[in-house]
């Protein structure tokens, strides 16, 4: 983390203009901005994870179009049968209370309908952007899975039958931009300081509300994908400001993380569907 700035004013008496640790702010927060803006020009990661969550949101309706559930339109719009959903993968907490804790993961690409899907789609690009700035492709992508895990998880701690969703990633990837514009808010331009910390705030804030006061939402997923990527925050490092350590072991550890996570719950999830052929259900 970057030191703190100093902003005392200068000794005898010189304009802030002419006082070299100002001028050393400045061009510190210049740099900030350019490299924010810079990634996020390509987010090529919060695209890949949304074009993942969107061909499993069709597949889903495919198959409930071939069972007579969904009419053509469905496939795209249509509310998804919790059977097709836990088909595909959803939370379940009798399957998860079998062992089959990769629906842990599996469950944060899958949508209930139409609308599930697109109010999070948008957030999700629009915040994924945003992260995926700060903190680069790999990071990003473990961020998602890790605060979407944490949902997730307490979901099914909490009692919850079944859930599926992006909303504890989303918050997740809130929770980690706010811890960001705290953590570095002495190195971070005003107005960019200004979005993390205080514009975001608001909506955790109205979105917690609208799950309390909707019971079909699930809070707890939402509150624990908010707790991991505050978490996650805390404890990894970013790419936009300057004097931050980005280290290539520590990427590629992370890589490997999230590619061994999600082989394990696409092999799980397809050895799942080998089993329920075998057993002629």
């Not at 901005?33 to 990661?45: E, I, V």
């Not at 996650?232 to 004097?243: D, E, G, K, L, T």
Request: aromatic letters at 10%; one cysteine or more.
């Amino acid at each position: 983390m970057a030191g703190p700035i100093d902003d005392e004013p200068p000794e005898g008496g010189l304009p802030p203009e002419h006082d070299p640790r100002y001028t050393a702010v400045l061009r510190a927060q210049a740099r900030v901005w350019k490299n924010l803006a810079d990634g996020m020009r390509k987010p090529w990661m919060t695209i890949g994870v949304l074009v993942v969550i969107g061909l499993a949101h069709l597949l889903v309706g495919v198959i409930g179009f071939s069972q007579g559930k969904l009419g053509l339109a469905g496939i795209l719009v249509g509310s998804r049968s919790t059977s097709d959903l836990v088909f595909m993968g959803a939370m379940y907490s009798p399957r998860v209370s079998m062992g089959e804790a990769w629906r842990l993961v599996s469950c944060l690409f899958l949508h209930g309908d139409g609308t599930h899907l697109l109010l999070n789609g948008i957030a999700l690009y629009g915040l994924g952007r945003l992260s995926e700035s700060v903190y680069g492709p790999v990071r990003f992508l473990w961020l998602f899975l890790f605060a979407g895990m944490c949902g997730s998880t307490l979901s099914y701690l909490g009692g919850n039958t079944a859930s599926v969703g992006a909303s504890g990633s989303i918050f997740g990837l809130m929770g980690a931009c706010i811890v960001f514009g705290f953590r570095y808010r002495l190195v971070l331009p005003p107005h960019i300081g200004e979005l993390f910390r205080k514009k975001l705030l608001p909506w955790v804030g109205i979105n917690l509300m609208i799950g309390i006061m909707l019971p079909f939402i699930d809070n707890l997923g939402h509150f624990g994908g908010l707790v991991g990527g505050a978490g996650f925050a805390v404890m990894v490092s970013n790419r936009i400001v300057p004097s931050e350590k980005n280290t290539m072991a520590n990427r590629v550890m992370m890589g490997s993380v999230c590619t061994l996570l999600l082989l394990y719950a696409a092999g799980s999830l397809l050895m799942s569907w080998v089993q329920l052929a075998e057993s002629g259900r």
